[in-house]
DNA sequence: TACAAAAACTTACGACGTAAGCACATCAGA
DNA sequence: TCTGATGTGCTTACGTCGTAAGTTTTTGTA
């Protein structure tokens, strides 16, 4: 009975699914090949290895974010693409640790930074002056989407952690992270999910310069 | 002949000098154990498991950050711990991506959190503020050090490498990208370094909230 | 000296990434 | 129709990993 041939796409596609689903630390040759019904070394002959593996699904998910454009409104156009990053990220939790630690970037990574810095440098930010503001932003986007993932998305269990966490941590050794516990248990997600808190800081400081 | 006897200690630091050398990849229970003249299962007797042993070194890292007090001038007080923090993480190179994703965290880094917290709750920002404001101030230290880390920090070194990146990146397809590699290679070590660019852009923000 | 507890060692299992080589299918040119 | 090349998938195998289980050795105390 024929078989629907393997193919790079069909790898990188199975493997970002699996990777979404169960994290990257459950994705092994053996587990993507099986999964495609097929044996682990079959997957060389379309792939270099596990890592250009890796690197073919984290430039696809470079490639879901929406890209800004050189604009009079370059605070609204960064916005919306760290806005976009976020959200791009929160679907590929395993995504974030990858963005922040590779090497060569893909191609879709590529025309991302290349249109960030292109929107800051027109509107008159010098080159190395992009390249730290870029970094700044970006920093802010990973490391907030990070720790967003990192607690219960559901109010009602954010709520039980945060007060099981503020109970674990001794109010005499550590007062001010009791004491943040406590008030976090108390919040809205909107109050405690503010991606534009840190985002607006970095964009009116980055307008300063201008 | 007599042997000095196994410990947390002498293995946690033993770890973390090899991690420091070679990376948190190079770091296996049985190449820690031969480094000490000793089989692996018999680290198994001071320390639980490899988690364990990784997460005992991170909270030594975390111990050599210089703490922020209460004080009048908190931008001056945590800008020094973010320094402190940037210095301690150029050290020991591998500890970023671990600071990053850790879950529980150890005694010195429930310190280290409490004496940040503590020293903006103090003047004036509420729990949550304090905690949304220390976590813009950390992915910015993590993700600027990561982003050094990844450079060359020779200054000869730099320059040669940012020349050929900038010739591998299609003047076409990625003019901004390119243009940016090409300023990158005349800068000065404390332009393109600048810590604290993205770090006052921060802390005046958070300032205008008082 | 005797004995219990702690520490170190041995062996083994089931993962992992991937090198090397083999088997089979597809297709070109004769 | 035959032949050989090319590419695709499979088999086997190696060295690495974390660690469970069981055994021996060392150490501290009575």
Redesign the pocket.
Known sequence: M??T??SRERILSKAMEMADAEGLSA?????V?AQL??????L???VK???DMIDGITDLVAGEITLPTPDFDWKGEMRARSQSAHRVLMRHPWAVSVFVESGLPGPNMMTYLDASLGCLMAVGFTPVQADLARNTIDNHIYGFTRQQLARPRRARDFKRVAKAEAKAIPKDSYPALHRRSLALADTTAEEREDFDFGLTLILDGLEALL
Chains 1, 2 share one sequence.
Request: proline letters at 9%; zero cysteines.
């Open positions: 024929p078989r041939p393997l994705l092994s040759m053996r587990k090949a019904d097929v044996e682990a070394m079959s060389y002959n379309h290895n596990k890592g």
